[in-house]
């Protein structure tokens, strides 16, 4: 029981700080929020991210370039132009590295972007990632009432990564559309996304990108919206 609580804890916790600091604070400004309240969300993304963390800066970036060129081929994470999921993880974990690279290596404050610097290269060390994956296997190896559990310890190793695919694949994928004009090949994969927390509306997103809510129809259901206005009425935030 407690490893079940302690994987869907983690899925949730972790998508939660993807799409409301990664998605829709620093790749959007979609809100406002104070230097205090971005160190602390900046942190607690390093820390449930854990061995899988994605620097804010470095996903920024490359979120913007996907709404600019979406599926074309200068997008670099479109399942339009990839054959298969190795493929096309590869080509955004190579264009990921890139930039993160470049960010850890520029200290320009000319972009808006979020940046921590001793934070990112904590993240990015492969001995604190490791850590993180020791963590993860020990909790297991403690508490799993069978060895058969084990295979989940891979999505909690991978956890940012397949959050980041199951959106853009099955995103530009599969799933109905609102919008039909839409150029790219963006859908809507759940009518109801309890799964990634609205993130599978991607065919409402790319209709408005800097849009807060993701869910454009009654019965559609955004709970990273639901959050955000919490978060907007407890002041911590403020909605632009
Ligand atoms: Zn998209
Ligand atoms: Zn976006």
């Given at each position: 029981?407690?490893?079940?609580?302690?994987?869907?804890?983690h899925?949730?916790?972790?998508?939660?700080f993807q799409?409301?600091f990664?998605?829709r604070?620093?790749?959007?400004?979609?809100f406002?929020?104070?230097s205090f309240?971005?160190?602390t969300?900046?942190?607690?993304?390093?820390?449930?991210?854990g061995?899988?963390?994605?620097?804010?800066?470095a996903?920024?970036?490359?979120?913007?370039?996907?709404?600019?060129?979406?599926?074309?081929?200068?997008?670099?994470?479109?399942p339009v132009?990839?054959?298969?999921?190795?493929s096309?993880?590869?080509?955004?974990?190579?264009?990921?590295?890139?930039?993160?690279t470049?960010?850890i290596?520029?200290?320009?404050?000319?972009?808006?972007?979020p940046?921590w610097?001793?934070i990112e290269?904590?993240?990015?060390s492969?001995i604190?990632r490791?850590?993180?994956?020791i963590?993860?296997?020990?909790?297991y190896?403690?508490?799993a009432p069978?060895?058969?559990?084990?295979?989940l310890i891979?999505f909690?190793?991978?956890?940012?990564?397949?959050h980041?695919?199951?959106?853009?694949?099955?995103g530009?994928k599969?799933?109905?559309?609102n919008?039909?004009?839409?150029?790219?090949n963006s859908k809507?994969?759940?009518?109801v996304?309890?799964?990634m927390?609205?993130e599978l509306?991607?065919?409402?997103?790319?209709?408005s990108?800097?849009?807060?809510k993701?869910s454009?129809?009654?019965?559609?259901?955004d709970?990273?919206?639901l959050?955000?206005q919490?978060?907007?009425t407890?002041?911590?935030?403020?909605?632009?």
């Amino acid at each position: 029981m407690i490893i079940i609580l302690f994987f869907i804890g983690h899925w949730y916790i972790s998508l939660f700080f993807q799409t409301f600091f990664l998605h829709r604070y620093t790749s959007h400004r979609m809100f406002k929020m104070n230097s205090f309240w971005e160190k602390t969300f900046f942190f607690l993304t390093f820390l449930v991210q854990g061995s899988s963390f994605l620097q804010p800066a470095a996903y920024g970036a490359m979120h913007r370039r996907h709404h600019s060129f979406s599926d074309t081929k200068k997008d670099p994470h479109s399942p339009v132009w990839s054959n298969n999921i190795f493929s096309f993880m590869w080509g955004t974990f190579k264009e990921y590295r890139n930039l993160s690279t470049q960010f850890i290596n520029d200290d320009s404050k000319s972009s808006d972007l979020p940046r921590w610097k001793s934070i990112e290269i904590l993240g990015e060390s492969m001995i604190v990632r490791l850590l993180f994956i020791i963590f993860y296997s020990s909790f297991y190896w403690i508490y799993a009432p069978s060895a058969w559990f084990f295979i989940l310890i891979p999505f909690h190793i991978f956890m940012g990564p397949i959050h980041g695919f199951i959106v853009n694949w099955f995103g530009h994928k599969n799933g109905y559309r609102n919008h039909p004009e839409l150029l790219d090949n963006s859908k809507n994969t759940l009518p109801v996304d309890l799964l990634m927390m609205g993130e599978l509306y991607q065919n409402n997103h790319h209709k408005s990108p800097n849009k807060p809510k993701f869910s454009h129809r009654w019965f559609e259901l955004d709970l990273g919206y639901l959050i955000i206005q919490i978060l907007n009425t407890l002041k911590v935030i403020r909605l632009v």
